[in-house]
């Protein structure tokens, strides 16, 4: 029988990290169910330590996902791994993710400790972590770049001290697919209690290969355990993408010759959920997301596809959960067809209430445009807009006005705690123009350091949606917003982000 591959999650905690990226607690809860729908192994839900919206997160997530082990990073000293503990107490399978830089410029410039302290912090921090948790990982950060021989002690310590799991981190992209993969053979050779342990891969994507190694260490070096994010979403130029590193398996597995427990017909739903969650859009040539993954333009491959499949295509776009932007449902849908073709794209929504009130924007939606699209769905039922109502800031309406060689002038009308308020303003354009009457009277001070729309299902007829990244007081938050009018859209967007920035959560991101 084929080996399993562990699919490794960190699109929570190593994703996040990426400036820009971070989520609310909620986010984070949304995200892990649509992971735990692709059957993804273990979630790495966040770094309970770092702060106390990182613990709320993991606990949160522990408490709520049932079917996905749930992880959460720590450095490798006492107080990190109790806090990792007490957070993951609610979950049916919890792991310790412990980590300390064994690499000699890291133990030198950054920890400012001589190899032998490293040595023994790890050994001390696994036997500590294995006392309150009997799944622990451990890391070696930059382990790549770090010196073989010392290497092999930090490893067969730790695994002597009972780390079940260990992760070779490539953690500033470094590698080539053969070197890392030899690596990681060389290790596993060298260590005497080698065997004892599951060997895991993590590469970032600083030289655009951290697919190819990862998958190089899988295949050369025998890892059975793959780190990787949505998207690839990640600091600088971002982690292993999931969708690749698992379709990669999937399609080759002549090659590869291992399983993946991963439900693919759900990775495109994970994929726009984290695209728009971030507003970290995906490039339209990146492989299986990306919007032209699967479109044929020139004639000959058209008629190649038609002919049989086959001729130009190594996947099928639905068995990755594409649809073939077919009109799902229109003005005289009801209630029933709508919650079953939320259940078809695998969102569930929290509460009866939330249900309906997704439905009547939806009857509103299909009011105005008469093809509704799986898109427009799942953008009507974004974080964003299910909340909208019980937040301190909610879109009513707006009025713009602008004319060649005229300044745009906006008036929007939103409520603040339940009582309507006129914002107005002039701007550049008339989106300019709504974004500062809504501020004009909010007066956030927030700096936006993100502004971008994307039509939503391709066309001009399409809903435009807008991602709006607001910066306060080093809190950085993304709001979305989705609308068949590009200016309503930002607006929303706008007060979305708001809302983030005025709530109390606590979402420093973690620094691994
Ligand atoms: O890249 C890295 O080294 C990490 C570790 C904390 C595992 O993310
Ligand atoms: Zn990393």
Not at 72 to 100: C, M, P, Q, V
Not at 212 to 219: D, F, R, Y
Not at 234 to 244: D, K, M, Q
Request: glycine share 8%; charged share 25%; with cysteine.
């Amino acid at each position: 029988m084929a080996d399993k591959l562990i699919i490794f999650d960190t699109t929570l905690r190593d994703g996040e990290q990426s400036p820009g990226a971070s989520m609310t607690r909620d986010e984070k809860l949304r995200i892990a169910r649509q992971l735990e729908r692709l059957r993804v192994d273990v979630i790495e839900a966040g770094f309970a330590a770092s702060s106390n919206g990182d613990f709320e997160a993991v606990q949160l997530i522990a408490n709520s996902i049932k079917d996905s082990t749930i992880c959460s990073l720590s450095r490798a000293n006492d107080r990190d791994i109790a806090r990792a503990a007490e957070a993951l107490k609610g979950a049916n399978r919890a792991r310790i993710h412990t980590f300390i830089a064994t690499s000699p410029l890291h133990m030198e410039k950054k920890l400012r400790m001589t190899p032998e302290q490293v040595l023994e912090q790890a050994r001390q921090s696994v036997r500590f972590a294995r006392n309150l948790v009997g799944d622990i990982e451990f890391s070696p950060e930059d382990g790549y770049r770090s010196e073989v021989d010392f290497l092999c002690r930090v490893i067969e310590a730790v695994i002597h001290e009972g780390a079940t799991t260990i992760n070779v981190p490539d953690t500033v992209g470094y590698a080539v697919p053969e070197l890392y993969g030899n690596f990681i053979k060389t290790l596993r050779e060298r260590i005497p209690n080698s065997d004892k342990a599951i060997w895991s891969v993590h590469c970032h994507n600083d030289l655009g290969m951290a697919v190819a190694n990862s998958l190089a260490g899988v295949k050369i070096g025998g890892a059975r355990q793959v780190e990787c994010t949505i998207n690839g979403l990640g600091e600088r130029a971002g982690n292993c993408s999931l969708e690749e590193v698992v379709m990669a398996v999937k399609t080759r597995k002549d090659y590869f010759d291992l399983e993946v427990g991963i439900d693919a017909q759900h990775i495109v739903a994970a994929s726009r959920m984290v695209s728009q969650t971030t507003g970290f859009v995906v490039q339209p040539n990146k492989a299986v997301v990306g919007a032209n993954a699967f479109a044929h333009a020139s004639g000959i491959h058209q008629d190649g596809v038609l002919k049989a499949r086959d001729t130009y295509e190594i996947m099928r776009a639905e068995d990755v959960g594409w649809t073939a932007n077919k009109i799902v449902l229109g003005k005289l849908s009801g209630r029933n067809a709508f919650k079953q073709r939320l259940q078809d794209l695998g969102v569930s929504l929290e509460s009866e209430a939330d249900t309906n009130a997704a439905f009547a924007r939806f009857k509103e939606l299909a009011d105005r445009k008469s093809e509704i699209f799986d898109e427009d769905i799942l953008a009507l039922v974004s974080e964003d807009n299910v909340h909208g109502d019980s937040e301190q800031y909610a879109f009513v309406s707006l009025a713009q006005h602008s004319e060649t060689g005229e300044r745009p002038h906006a008036s929007v009308v939103f409520t603040v705690s339940g009582k309507e308020v006129r914002g107005e303003s002039d701007g550049n354009g008339p989106v300019d123009a709504s974004l500062k009457a809504i501020e004009a009277h909010v007066k956030s001070g927030a700096e936006m350091v993100l502004y971008s729309v994307n039509a939503i299902s391709g066309s001009t007829e399409s809903q435009g949606e807008v991602t709006v990244r607001l910066q306060n007081s080093g809190r950085v938050v993304n709001g979305v917003g989705a609308d068949p009018d590009i200016v309503v859209a930002s607006a929303k967007a706008y007060i979305a982000a708001l809302n983030k920035l005025h709530s109390k959560a606590d979402r420093v991101a973690a620094q691994g």
